[in-house]
Every structure is written in structure tokens, then in C-alpha cells.
């Protein structure tokens, strides 16, 4: 499966922004799906997945309140609703794919497949 991140761009703090990740080759329904962040100097890290079905999501503690993962299968698109970001949030952003069918959703490793990134940039 191929995936492309887009939405990204900049905005000032308290803002919002929705970033999709569109999937083809593939139906995305076939994965558990996660973003990722990475700030420069930093490692990537988890920021929030959601279910095949969609009926379960997962969030880092430092966005839980201000982000929503959601999922439309028919669109074949994910979806990262951002709301009140923070300069903290900026950072290029990843969505990521996961073909397996384990528990795991909070490390890199986990996934199989990964898109190009969106930069995200918070002004304060």
C-alpha cells in the first residue's frame, strides 16, 4: 500500500488544522492505522492509531483533548483532526500502516508502511 500525508502547513498557536492520509494500492480497511511526529533533533514518536473498524483509537497523553483520529474506509483516507495546537506540535507528521494484528500501535516498528511526512508548523 502506498500513502500520502497532506494538510499540513502553518498555523499560530490555538489554531487548527485536519491532516489526511490517503491510501491506494490497497484497501485501507486491511490496516491498523497510526501517526507519528518528528521534531527536528527528535525521535519520531506516537501521537495517535485507530482500529481497522475504526471503533478504537489511541492518543499520546501530550495531545489526548486536542487531537481526533478518525477513519473513513470507503474514502480509503485517515484523518488527523488537530484543534488548540501548540509550538510544541510542530513537528513533520506521518501516517503509517499496520498489516499485523497485534496490540501493539504505540511503536515505530509496528508498522509496515509509512508516507512521506507533512510539515506542521505552530507560531507562538
Known amino acids: 500500500v502506498q500513502l500520502q500525508a497532506f494538510g499540513g502547513g502553518l498555523v499560530q498557536a490555538g489554531g487548527y488544522l485536519r491532516l489526511s492520509c490517503v491510501a491506494s494500492?490497497?484497501?485501507?480497511?486491511?490496516?491498523?492505522m497510526g501517526w507519528f511526529r518528528q521534531a527536528p533533533g527528535k525521535e519520531r514518536e506516537f501521537v495517535a492509531a485507530?482500529?481497522?473498524?475504526?471503533?478504537?483509537?489511541y492518543y499520546a497523553d501530550s495531545v489526548k483533548g486536542r487531537f481526533t483520529i478518525s477513519r473513513d474506509n470507503a474514502k480509503n483516507t485517515v484523518y488527523l483532526q488537530m484543534n488548540s495546537l501548540k509550538p510544541e506540535d510542530t513537528a513533520v507528521y506521518y501516517c503509517?500502516?499496520?498489516?499485523?494484528?497485534?496490540?501493539?500501535?504505540?511503536?515505530?516498528?509496528?508498522?509496515?508502511?509509512w508516507g512521506q511526512g507533512t510539515q506542521v508548523t505552530v507560531s507562538s
Open positions: 503509517a500502516a499496520d498489516r499485523g494484528y497485534s496490540d501493539s500501535y504505540y511503536y515505530t516498528r509496528v508498522y509496515d508502511y
Open positions: 494500492g490497497r484497501t485501507l480497511s486491511s490496516y491498523k
Open positions: 485507530i482500529s481497522r473498524s475504526g471503533g478504537d483509537t
